[in-house]
């Protein structure tokens, strides 16, 4: 079995990838390579593995099968060195992810630090844009993981809450509001309001929240859009409007009193972040470690809350 070993490493890569030529490139061997690789071992078991269609690869049923016995054998071929050698292998790889503006500024750092002290082999690529493209990037293969702020109704991708994360009215600290706790929703109404672009997990939970309250963005003033949480901190603080954030975004804000939280009564602003991927494609070794240290992560918080 010992000359499977490669072609079983290759076999893990291209599901976990869903691509011969993604696997080709992250193991640095030539597309030609991995096929003959994946051919071999379907000869050796007499069954096909994957689906070949359109330059993707989808694991068969078989290939499902193999996915975790081949991820236990190449774990006891690295204990059996171990043990034979006395040098322990450090467990590598590849991580990818890619995160929607909330959790990949203001959550994504933290954990990546953690993330890095247990695994420090572990390469990790993470890009932050809307929660429309990460969901993308996650079903198109591009990203093992992603973290958003909104639960996927997409019926091929996983979503698995991993943190909470509360919104709020930011107002200028020398607003007419400032000193308030709270304002009525009719009394947004009159103000302008800047939101956050289509596609954005923060402006998809107002348009929810004011969707229960029986209203809608067209309801409110909205005076200009913009595409980041800092130009909307900035524009806020010049006196353009008044927005519905993150507290996570304008944390350091509200401590300085720059910016001032408000509750809107009537407007449930509270939503939970999803570590999302894709249930067709089998996840890497990395993917399920950050899994488990974004779970660990959330039984600290409830801990603490409790």
């Not at 590849?94 to 390469?123: D, N």
């Not at 993470?126 to 429309?132: E, L, N």
């Not at 519905?244 to 602003?269: I, M």
Request: net charge neutral.
């Amino acid at each position: 079995m010992s000359e499977q070993l490669p072609n079983l490493e290759t076999f893990l890569q291209a599901a976990e990838l869903g691509s011969f030529t993604a696997a080709a490139r992250s193991l640095k061997l030539t597309q030609a390579a991995v096929s003959q690789r994946i051919q071999a071992l379907e000869q050796d078991l007499g069954i096909p593995l994957f689906y070949r269609q359109g330059g993707k690869a989808a694991l068969t049923e078989a290939g499902q099968v193999l996915y975790p016995e081949a991820q236990r054998i190449l774990a006891l071929h690295r204990e059996a060195r171990q043990k034979v050698t006395g040098k322990k292998l450090p467990l590598a790889g590849e991580l990818t992810l890619a995160a929607s503006s909330i959790p990949g500024e203001y959550l994504l750092p933290g954990l990546l630090s953690a993330f890095r002290k247990k695994h420090p082999h572990i390469q990790v690529r993470a890009t932050v844009t809307d929660s429309q493209e990460v969901e993308d990037q996650v079903e198109h293969g591009q990203a093992n993981l992603g973290l958003v702020g909104k639960r996927s109704d997409n019926p091929h991708v996983e979503s698995r809450c991993f943190a909470s994360d509360t919104l709020a009215l930011i107002v200028p600290g020398k607003h007419p509001w400032s000193q308030r706790k709270r304002v009525e929703l009719e009394e947004l109404a009159g103000q302008p309001l800047i939101v956050r672009e289509a596609g954005s997990g923060s402006r998809w939970c107002l348009e929810q929240a004011l969707a229960h309250a029986g209203k809608s963005l067209r309801d409110l003033e909205v005076g200009l859009e913009l595409g980041s949480n800092e130009g909307i901190k900035e524009a806020v603080d010049q006196g353009l409007g008044v927005a519905v954030l993150s507290t996570l975004a304008v944390k350091k804000e509200l401590q300085s009193g720059r910016l001032q939280a408000l509750q809107v009564k009537g407007l449930a602003l509270q939503r939970d972040m999803y570590v999302i991927w894709d249930k067709r494609r089998a996840l890497s070794i990395p993917a399920r470690l950050f899994i488990d240290l974004l779970e660990s992560s959330r039984e600290s918080q409830k801990d603490a809350g409790s």
